[in-house]
């Protein structure tokens, strides 16, 4: 492994949508208080990992874990966005669907921060949930 001991790493899985890579990326190297995000996107990534039903679901498991395990990242954010084509639905769908999907990564027990993350329609990020903090509800960052 040649990473340093100051190259400190989180982890996104996010759709392919461009608009989703960047609010995502900078809310992980903030809020997470890493140097770098590592990203494993596949289309619909909200909706893939909360059914978990195909070999996508388990390929982005196999890449986060991957991250986690030889990057030491300390944080694993699960992101869905406004306006998804490969995942289209309602916001309380997604909601619940990004919830779920967050649950599930907490179930592999990595011993990282878990969170959940909204790319809204004005491009800017609300947390949907976080294995750090109890939010009574749901917080955006413009
Ligand atoms: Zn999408």
């Given at each position: 492994m040649t990473i340093s001991s100051v190259d400190t790493f989180g982890t996104a899985v996010n759709?392919?949508?461009?608009?989703?890579?960047h609010p995502v990326s900078e809310w992980v190297r903030l809020h997470g208080n890493v140097k770098y995000v590592d990203v494993v996107t596949t289309p619909g990534a909200d909706g893939i990992l909360s059914q978990f039903k195909t070999d996508r679901a388990r390929y982005t498991r196999d890449e986060v874990i991957l991250s986690v395990r030889?990057?030491?990242?300390a944080i694993v954010a699960v992101a869905g966005h406004f306006d998804c084509l490969a995942n289209p639905c309602k916001f309380e769908i997604r909601k619940d669907q990004i919830r779920a999907a967050a649950e599930r990564v907490k179930n592999w027990d990595l011993g990282v921060r878990v969170v959940g993350l909204y790319v809204n329609e004005w491009g800017s990020v609300d947390v949907i949930c976080d294995t750090d903090e109890d939010y009574p509800q749901i917080r955006s960052w413009l």
């Open positions: 759709c392919i949508d461009g608009r989703a890579q030889r990057h030491q990242s």
